[in-house]
């Protein structure tokens, strides 16, 4: 609908007031009788009159339409400083603008009270969860370290020549420590999905928990694939990495997060073959690349495997994928300012790229 049409209709009942009394008028003269010259004088005199004011209404309106549009294009919350109301009408307008504004005010307070609240509960949740993770794995040390000895307290009252106590004692120490080792293993799978938890809760919040500094890479790297080291190794999975000297602006925290989640998904979705972490150079721009040969991604699950719950072909496969890791990672990626993207191909391993910005950045506490 034009805005002619929309005055018009605004106004209706005033232009057929005002036709209404002009017609009026000029019948009044026809009817006296008053001459023709008269009456044409008078009809000219009154469309005069109703295109004057026809014109300001319409200027009136025009003023008032465009001080709403540049309104509009305010950021929202400038945006209820609306122009003084004319009328009864544009009053309980602004009213009721004014009491919707107020409410949600209301509610956005309200659930940012509710995500802190939420945020600190799984902060503790977390905190307190670490204890018993911390005591199982240390009680499996101890258990270890008691079967070993026990083990090695038999075959010494037993003697060196009873053979077939022997190999059943090594074939239960064997069975023992397999069992330790699953039980290790699900114990990390665990203290990761915490952090997991915690973090998706960060990344969620409105806190701004990040801190930029010169971040060795190598540094960070090894870090990470110690962490992984005794699933690789039970895996069987070689790693490949020479190291490098480069260093990048980034929060190591969070940036270490990522490439514990990158390299969490290569060590899961390979079964023989080997995991390489390499660095690559563009102009402005460094890439951590983990490359595995693993089952590899399809093409078509390639542009959604960043969102969120996705997990894919793959993740069908594997009934514990959750589709949390890759999408946290780029979130995380972004509001540090890097970049993360995928190349895959099916049967033939994954590569993620992780890219940080080269140019020169003032870092200040």
């Not at 509610?107 to 939420?118: I, S, V």
Request: hydrophobic fraction near 40%; charge should be neutral; proline fraction near 2%.
């Amino acid at each position: 609908m034009s805005c002619l049409n929309k005055f018009v209709k605004r106004n209706f009942l005033w232009i057929l007031l005002a036709l209404l009394l002009a017609g009026s008028h000029l019948l009044y003269l026809y009817l006296l009788p008053a001459s023709v010259e008269d009456i044409g004088y008078a009809a000219l005199l009154d469309a005069c009159l109703l295109g004057l004011f026809f014109f300001l209404a319409w200027m009136g309106y025009i003023r008032r339409v465009k001080k709403f549009q540049k309104l509009l294009a305010l950021p929202i919350p400038d945006q209820i400083k609306v122009p003084e109301p004319v009328d009864d009408i544009e009053q309980l307008y602004g009213q009721i603008l004014e009491n919707v504004a107020i409410q949600q005010r209301l509610l956005e307070d309200q659930t940012q009270l509710q995500q802190t609240e939420m945020y600190d509960y799984y902060a503790r949740w977390v905190h307190q969860i670490k204890t018993p993770i911390a005591a199982l794995q240390l009680l499996l040390e101890t258990q270890k370290k008691d079967v070993a000895k026990d083990a090695e307290t038999i075959l010494e009252k037993a003697g060196k020549e009873n053979a077939v106590l022997e190999n059943l004692l090594e074939q239960q120490y064997t069975q023992n420590m397999e069992q330790f080792s699953d039980m290790e293993e699900e114990l990390f799978c665990i203290e990761q999905y915490v952090g997991m938890a915690l973090q998706y809760q960060r990344v969620k919040s409105e806190s701004k928990d990040y801190v930029f500094t010169q971040v060795s890479v190598d540094k960070m790297v090894r870090t990470v694939i110690r962490k992984f080291a005794k699933l690789m190794i039970r895996k069987k999975i070689p790693m490949q990495y020479e190291g490098c000297r480069q260093q990048v602006i980034t929060d190591e925290k969070w940036c270490a997060f990522v490439l514990e989640q990158v390299l969490s998904n290569a060590i899961k979705y390979t079964k023989h073959g080997t995991i390489r972490i390499r660095i690559e150079q563009e102009p402005n721009w460094l890439y951590i690349v983990i490359e595995d040969q693993g089952i590899g991604i399809r093409k078509e699950d390639i542009p959604r495997v960043f969102e969120k719950g996705y997990s894919g072909y793959n993740g069908h496969e594997d009934k514990r994928s959750t589709g949390i890791g890759l999408y946290l990672s780029r979130q995380i990626l972004e509001k540090l300012g890097h970049t993360i993207r995928i190349e895959s191909e099916v049967g033939k391993g994954t590569a993620v790229w992780i890219g940080f910005s080269m140019k020169q950045i003032n870092v200040q506490d």
